[in-house]
């Protein structure tokens, strides 16, 4: 598991704190370098460090840090000046919590920090805490004898200027049950293939669940072939680690909304009997990063204590090329009784996240989001920091949109041309699982539409979004901003504002 830092807020004077560093902001604006309000700095102090953060070259970009010591008038024995990218009197909240995740990042092996970085207002202060809080997490779980010892800890205790009291109390758990969904997420995809599979996810769910008293249900081999989850069944009939089907119920009184979420949860993807290239293979742990946003998000809400109802799927099977395994031309048999001849076993995931809304729509929910790391075809289209987002409903899919970004999640808007869903048809079954080899995230996307239910009595399917997060989920490259190397829990706090705006 990754370490959790404390976090606490303070109105008292950044300056004055018996920490081991400060930490402040600086932007460049009209060709100046100025240090962002509410460093608590004398102004003497602040023209001195200013100019000597000149001197050194410094520009107020992004990921930019300048370390200085014995700075008059600042208790701590460090300051820590981090480039807040962009111009105006107020960053966007974005913007403090890369800032203040770099600097966290760059305080490893230290015991306290303040950070101090121009935050205005509570939504700019639980940015900062929020990226700082993320920007401190570390996985160590499975280094060796030796490594865990000479790994530098994250950083001890953060406390965020700016909120005290009441407002600070509640800041916190605020903040606190966002990124400890955002950490759980991490963990997961973080997690080794050999610990991490349908059973052992599904075990860990059912733990997290049972503390957070949020429902929980699963659905073993047996249970998914009574119940006709073919998709599941058929991808991970070729592993000896049968596949699981996770249910999560989070039911507040007084819930007059439902948000039902779906989770791709492939634990380790071989590419079946189309077998993936081995440099292909070595990051396919992650594969189950949409089922572990979804976890995380569910139990998110339920600490947040949110009026909404959450209902959430995961969707977890293996894809190994056991003696079962699946081959190219079967016909398979989803929940609801359409058959889907297979195409490509590496084309998987769309096929478990079938049957999981399927089920999610006999429930009849408001909305169903379902999240997965689905094709490489959206990290061609949108790289490796977007999020693509589809869906049969525009306000829906744009609202996604917008809230995801704003929390961080960014994202973009992709459609779902008419076109597209000819290319499915099938000789031999109602349709076959890949179409085109263009668009390849929008095909994905249209098979998946074809397994969503109608709202009772009309002709109207229930809204519906996809978010592919195969780009975001991993970062393979070096850290940036608030976001570690490895498991990232993208759409995690996407999720978490959608069920937020439906609350309120």
Same mark, same amino acid.
């Given at each position: 598991?990754?370490?959790?830092?404390?976090?606490?807020?303070?109105?008292?004077?950044?300056?004055?704190?018996?920490?081991?560093?400060?930490?402040?902001?600086?932007?460049?604006?009209?060709?100046? !370098?100025? !240090?962002?309000?509410?460093?608590?700095?004398?102004?003497?102090?602040?023209?001195?460090?200013?100019?000597?953060?000149?001197?050194?070259?410094?520009?107020?970009?992004?990921?930019?840090?300048?370390?200085?010591?014995?700075?008059?008038?600042?208790?701590?024995?460090?300051?820590?000046?981090?480039?807040?990218?962009?111009?105006?009197?107020?960053?966007?909240?974005? @913007?403090?919590?890369?800032?203040?995740?770099?600097?966290?990042?760059?305080?490893?092996?230290?015991?306290?920090?303040?950070?101090?970085?121009? @935050?205005?207002?509570?939504?700019?202060?639980?940015?900062?805490?929020?990226?700082?809080?993320?920007?401190?997490?570390?996985?160590?779980?499975?280094?060796?004898?030796?490594?865990?010892?000479?790994?530098?800890?994250?950083?001890?205790?953060?406390?965020?200027?700016?909120?005290?009291?009441?407002?600070?109390?509640?800041?916190?758990?605020?903040?606190?049950?966002?990124?400890?969904?955002?950490?759980?997420?991490?963990?997961?995809?973080?997690?080794?293939?050999? !610990?991490?599979?349908?059973?052992?996810?599904?075990?860990?769910?059912?733990?997290?669940?049972?503390?957070?008293?949020?429902?929980?249900?699963?659905?073993?081999?047996?249970?998914?072939?009574?119940?006709?989850?073919?998709?599941?069944?058929?991808?991970?009939?070729?592993?000896?680690?049968?596949?699981?089907?996770?249910?999560?119920?989070?039911?507040?009184?007084?819930?007059?909304?439902?948000?039902?979420?779906?989770?791709?949860?492939?634990?380790?993807?071989?590419?079946?009997?189309?077998?993936?290239?081995?440099?292909?293979?070595?990051?396919?742990?992650?594969?189950?990063?949409?089922?572990?946003?979804?976890?995380?998000?569910?139990?998110?809400?339920?600490?947040?204590?949110?009026?909404? @109802?959450?209902?959430?799927?995961?969707?977890?099977?293996?894809?190994?090329?056991?003696?079962?395994?699946?081959?190219?031309?079967?016909?398979?048999?989803?929940?609801?009784?359409?058959?889907?001849?297979?195409?490509?076993?590496?084309?998987?995931?769309?096929?478990?996240?079938?049957?999981?809304?399927?089920?999610?729509?006999?429930?009849?929910?408001?909305?169903?989001?379902?999240?997965?790391?689905?094709?490489?075809?959206?990290?061609?289209?949108?790289?490796?920091?977007?999020?693509?987002?589809?869906?049969?409903?525009?306000?829906?899919?744009?609202?996604?949109?917008?809230?995801?970004?704003?929390?961080?999640?960014?994202?973009?808007?992709?459609?779902?041309?008419?076109?597209?869903?000819?290319?499915?048809?099938?000789?031999?079954?109602?349709?076959?699982?890949?179409?085109?080899?263009?668009?390849?995230?929008?095909?994905?996307?249209?098979?998946?539409?074809?397994?969503?239910?109608?709202?009772?009595?009309?002709?109207? @399917?229930?809204?519906?979004?996809?978010?592919?997060?195969?780009?975001?989920?991993?970062?393979?490259?070096?850290?940036?901003?608030?976001?570690?190397?490895?498991?990232?829990?993208?759409?995690?706090?996407?999720?978490?504002?959608?069920?937020?705006?439906?609350?309120?």
């Amino acid at each position: 598991m990754g370490a959790r830092t404390p976090l606490t807020f303070s109105t008292d004077d950044p300056a004055g704190a018996e920490v081991e560093a400060l930490v402040i902001g600086a932007v460049k604006r009209d060709g100046a !370098l100025v !240090l962002l309000d509410g460093h608590g700095l004398p102004d003497d102090t602040a023209s001195a460090l200013a100019g000597s953060l000149a001197t050194l070259g410094a520009e107020g970009g992004a990921d930019e840090l300048t370390r200085m010591t014995g700075v008059d008038g600042v208790a701590a024995p460090l300051v820590l000046v981090v480039g807040v990218s962009g111009s105006g009197p107020a960053p966007r909240t974005e @913007q403090l919590r890369r800032a203040a995740g770099v600097a966290a990042r760059a305080l490893a092996g230290r015991g306290s920090a303040v950070f101090a970085l121009g @935050q205005q207002g509570r939504e700019q202060a639980m940015a900062v805490a929020e990226g700082a809080v993320l920007g401190a997490y570390s996985y160590v779980d499975q280094h060796g004898i030796g490594k865990a010892d000479s790994a530098k800890a994250p950083l001890g205790s953060v406390t965020v200027a700016g909120l005290s009291g009441e407002e600070g109390t509640a800041a916190v758990a605020e903040v606190s049950a966002l990124v400890s969904g955002v950490a759980y997420a991490r963990d997961l995809v973080n997690t080794p293939p050999n !610990l991490l599979y349908p059973e052992s996810f599904a075990d860990d769910v059912v733990a997290r669940a049972q503390e957070a008293g949020v429902e929980v249900e699963v659905w073993e081999p047996e249970r998914l072939v009574e119940e006709g989850c073919g998709g599941i069944i058929g991808v991970g009939q070729g592993s000896a680690r049968g596949p699981r089907l996770v249910m999560l119920r989070y039911a507040p009184a007084g819930a007059s909304r439902h948000l039902a979420l779906v989770g791709k949860g492939i634990t380790f993807d071989s590419g079946g009997l189309c077998l993936k290239p081995g440099a292909s293979m070595v990051t396919m742990k992650m594969d189950m990063g949409g089922a572990a946003a979804c976890a995380a998000a569910t139990l998110a809400v339920a600490e947040l204590g949110l009026p909404v @109802q959450v209902t959430a799927y995961l969707c977890l099977a293996e894809n190994m090329t056991g003696d079962l395994a699946q081959r190219p031309g079967d016909v398979v048999t989803m929940r609801g009784g359409r058959t889907v001849e297979i195409i490509n076993t590496d084309a998987e995931g769309r096929l478990v996240m079938a049957d999981g809304l399927a089920l999610a729509s006999e429930q009849q929910p408001d909305a169903i989001v379902d999240v997965a790391t689905l094709t490489g075809a959206c990290i061609i289209a949108l790289g490796e920091r977007t999020i693509g987002v589809m869906g049969n409903d525009d306000a829906l899919r744009d609202s996604l949109v917008d809230l995801g970004t704003q929390a961080g999640d960014t994202a973009w808007a992709l459609p779902l041309p008419e076109e597209i869903r000819p290319t499915l048809d099938s000789p031999v079954a109602d349709l076959k699982h890949t179409g085109e080899r263009s668009a390849g995230a929008m095909v994905a996307a249209t098979f998946l539409k074809e397994f969503v239910g109608h709202q009772d009595g009309e002709e109207t @399917q229930i809204p519906w979004a996809h978010l592919d997060i195969a780009g975001p989920a991993f970062n393979e490259k070096a850290a940036w901003g608030y976001y570690p190397k490895g498991g990232t829990g993208a759409g995690v706090r996407s999720l978490v504002a959608l069920a937020r705006s439906y609350a309120d």
